[in-house]
């Protein structure tokens, strides 16, 4: 199969672009998701190849922060752990939960997440204690989150990143870091079911996945160098375009709800 260079050269450029956004603050699919689909793909394959430039951007990132020494390692394995394992469970079975449930309920939790760190103060430099021990974190968290990862995925850095901030207590730069290794996980969780059903589509998916590792490590060095000050507004941003993504949808069941209300 051959893809004509001018579309490959688009598509590099889009996930480059991407891949700085989700190292610092996520929701790079608002950007993959659309081009693949506009490229002729269909859903099931864009999702899978979207799967293999997001895992490849959010490993850019996690070796980006974890040079720093912003990783680590002794608590990250288990959440990682628990999130790969979750990632590909959401994918087996994300056939068995109606996506318009999620689509109703996440623009919602999105608009929340940019209402927390908008208006808190709960995004600081430095840690602060643990509400939660790590092995709760691993095994009740950081599952749920890389579960939906694997079986919707639109928010998913934004619910990490709420989770490490309120429940471990992370600042603003190590927060940012572990969110990025857990996403990997759940990612590369994801993805091994679609390339064992043979979906994602690799030469479209490797060259996205070349113009992602290079974005991230443009975004990781720039979440490095302004912390906070860049990660809280652009989380809020973020989280507001993926609700308001998810609510564009005409089949949107929470919009259909809204337009019924104001209907009446």
Request: proline residues 5%; aromatic residues 8%; glycine residues 12%.
């Amino acid at each position: 199969m051959s893809f004509d260079p001018e579309l490959l050269l688009t598509l590099f450029a889009v996930a480059a672009v991407a891949g700085a956004f989700d190292a610092i603050a996520g929701g790079g699919g608002l950007l993959t998701v659309p081009a693949l689909l506009l490229a002729g793909l269909d859903p099931v394959a864009a999702l899978a190849t979207n799967k293999l430039q997001g895992a490849i951007s959010s490993i850019s990132s996690t070796t980006a922060f974890a040079r720093r020494g912003l990783i680590d390692w002794r608590t990250a394995w288990p959440v990682a752990i628990g999130a790969a394992i979750a990632g590909l469970a959401g994918a087996l079975c994300a056939s068995l939960l109606s996506p318009r449930v999620l689509a109703a309920l996440v623009p919602l939790l999105l608009i929340v997440i940019a209402l927390y760190f908008g208006f808190s103060r709960g995004l600081k430099a430095h840690d602060a204690p643990a509400k939660l021990p790590l092995i709760a974190f691993s095994v009740g968290i950081a599952p749920v989150i890389g579960f939906y990862d694997g079986i919707f995925g639109p928010g998913a850095g934004a619910f990490y990143m709420v989770a490490f901030v309120t429940l471990m207590g992370y600042g603003a730069l190590r927060a940012t870091a572990h969110t990025k290794l857990a996403n990997a996980a759940s990612n590369v969780g994801a993805l091994s079911l679609f390339v064992f059903k043979g979906a994602v589509i690799w030469p479209l998916g490797l060259t996205m996945a070349a113009g992602a590792f290079i974005g991230a490590q443009v975004g990781s060095r720039l979440a490095i160098r302004f912390g906070a000050k860049l990660i809280r507004p652009l989380l809020v941003v973020m989280s507001c375009l993926m609700a308001v993504k998810l609510l564009s949808d005409a089949q949107n069941p929470l919009r259909q709800l809204l337009a019924g209300l104001l209907g009446q």
